[in-house]
């Protein structure tokens, strides 16, 4: 099975997708984190992408679509994954696409997590996120039991650079699935909207129920 998450930044791609990858043992594949391990690597591609990730804006296709072939090409990934934050834009769903039908597969789910721009706000900059693991935090919303260290794994947290009010408002300009994207997966039949203001574990529910 092939899933696809869609939704704006701080809409709860990343919560949910380690929450189905946990129930379904489906591979998670972030693109976002994939950036991330590159910068903190230091690795020419972590540099490249950091210049666009340090100013809220998408790195270029070509960069992004070379990088998830290469991934999804790998064995772990031949009978199914879950995308977070990948495709943001038509271009990478054809890629997707046409990648999958290679090998004989399609997109089964693309979930829509739908939230207000003043609670993506809120979200962002409440987000921790443990430097070891990955695992995603929020102070208020779904704090960790013991402050700055991740309850998963005892890592230290941290926030991220592009977490920062300016850097937000630059990315809920610019990185909101467009309309296009959305109806790409319309088209194909496989698009279902959530409702992502719910509390977390009924968005869990929700996805669950929509991919079986
Ligand atoms: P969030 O989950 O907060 O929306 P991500 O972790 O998915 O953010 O992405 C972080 C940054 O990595 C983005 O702001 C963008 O610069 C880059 N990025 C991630 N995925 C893509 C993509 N599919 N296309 C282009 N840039 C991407
Ligand atoms: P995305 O990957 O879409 O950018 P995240 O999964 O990183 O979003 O979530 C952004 C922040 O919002 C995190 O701090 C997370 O703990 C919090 N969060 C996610 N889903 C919910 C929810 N349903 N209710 C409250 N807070 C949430
Ligand atoms: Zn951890």
Redesign the pocket.
């Given at each position: 099975m092939f899933i696809v998450l869609l939704g704006p930044?701080?809409a709860g791609?990343?919560t949910q997708a380690q929450r189905i990858a946990d129930a379904t043992k489906l591979l998670h594949i972030?693109?976002?984190?994939m950036?991330r391990e590159n910068v903190k690597a230091g690795t020419e591609l972590g540099k490249l992408?950091n210049e666009?990730?340090a100013k809220?804006?998408?790195?270029p296709d070509e960069v992004?679509i070379g990088m998830l072939l290469e991934r999804i090409s790998r064995p772990d990934a031949a009978k199914g994954a879950m995308f977070?934050?990948?495709?943001?834009n038509v271009a990478?769903a054809f890629a997707l696409d046409q990648a999958l039908a290679g090998k004989g597969a399609r997109i089964d789910h693309a979930l829509l997590i739908s939230v207000a721009d003043d609670e993506l706000i809120a979200r962002?900059g409440g987000r921790w996120i443990c430097r070891n693991c990955g695992r995603l935090y929020h102070e208020r919303n779904d704090p960790p039991k013991r402050e700055g260290i991740c309850d998963a794994c005892g890592g230290e947290l941290y926030q991220r650079e592009?977490d920062r009010p300016a850097v937000v408002s630059a990315?809920l300009e610019k990185?909101k699935p467009p309309g296009a994207l959305i109806e790409h997966y319309r088209q194909a039949g496989v698009l279902k909207e959530i409702d992502g203001q719910q509390p977390l574990d009924a968005v869990t529910r929700a996805l669950l129920e929509a991919i079986t």
């Open positions: 930044p701080g791609k990343g972030s693109t976002g984190d950036f992408a666009y990730m809220g804006e998408l790195v992004t977070d934050g990948f495709p943001r990478q962002l592009d990315r990185q």
